[in-house]
C-alpha cells in the first residue's frame, strides 16, 4: 500500500488540502491547471461566479477528458489493428518462411541430383568417346581385312586365270603328245 500525502494547492486564490497517493510535483501541477481552467473561465464570463466556474471548468476538462479517452480509445484500436495486421504479417512471414526453407532443401536435393547427373554424363561421354575410338580401330582393320580380301581375290581371281591357261597348254600339250 503506497503512502498518502497531503498536499496544499491553490485555486482560484482559496487554498484546498488534497490526499493522494501521487507525488506532490503531480499534485500541483493538477492544481495549477484546474486554477488556469477558472480563471480562463470567470475572465471571459464576467457575469458569473465562482461556483459557476469552477462547474464550468469541471465541464470543460470533463469534456476535454472524453474526447482525449476517445482519441486514446481510437488510437489504442487503430494500434491493436496495426498489431493485428502484424501477427498476421508475422504468421505469414513464419510459413513462407517455411515453404523457402522446405524449397530449399528441394534445391539442395535437385543441386546433388544434378551433380550425379553431370558426373553420370561425363561417364557417358568417356564411354561414347571409347565407344568411338573403339570403332575407328574396328573400322580401320575392317578396312584393312578388306583391302587383303581384295588382295587375296584378286590373287585368286589371277591364279584361276594362270591355272586356266596351265590347263589349255597341258591340254595341248597332251593333244601333241597323242599325236
Do not use: P, W
Amino acid at each position: 500500500m503506497t503512502e498518502k500525502r497531503k498536499v496544499m494547492i491553490k485555486i482560484n486564490g482559496q487554498e484546498y488540502t488534497v490526499i493522494g497517493e501521487e507525488s506532490e510535483e503531480y499534485i500541483k501541477h493538477l492544481a495549477k491547471y484546474v486554477d488556469e481552467k477558472v480563471k480562463n473561465i470567470l475572465e471571459n464570463n464576467k457575469k458569473i461566479g465562482n461556483t459557476m466556474g469552477g462547474i464550468l471548468a469541471a465541464f470543460t476538462i470533463t469534456d476535454e477528458y472524453y474526447k482525449t479517452y476517445k482519441e486514446y480509445e481510437e488510437f489504442k484500436e487503430s494500434v491493436q489493428e496495426k498489431l493485428n495486421e502484424l501477427e498476421n504479417i508475422k504468421a505469414e512471414y513464419n510459413t513462407n518462411k517455411d515453404k523457402i526453407d522446405r524449397l530449399s532443401e528441394h534445391c539442395e536435393e535437385y543441386i546433388d541430383e544434378i551433380k550425379e547427373l553431370k558426373r553420370d554424363k561425363q561417364k557417358k561421354e568417356k564411354q561414347v568417346k571409347r565407344f568411338k575410338e573403339s570403332l575407328n580401330i574396328k573400322g580401320k582393320e575392317l578396312e584393312e581385312s578388306q583391302n587383303m580380301i581384295n588382295k587375296l581375290q584378286d590373287k585368286l581371281f589371277q591364279n584361276q586365270i594362270e591355272l586356266v591357261q596351265v590347263k589349255k597348254e597341258l591340254e595341248e600339250l597332251k593333244k601333241n603328245l597323242d599325236r
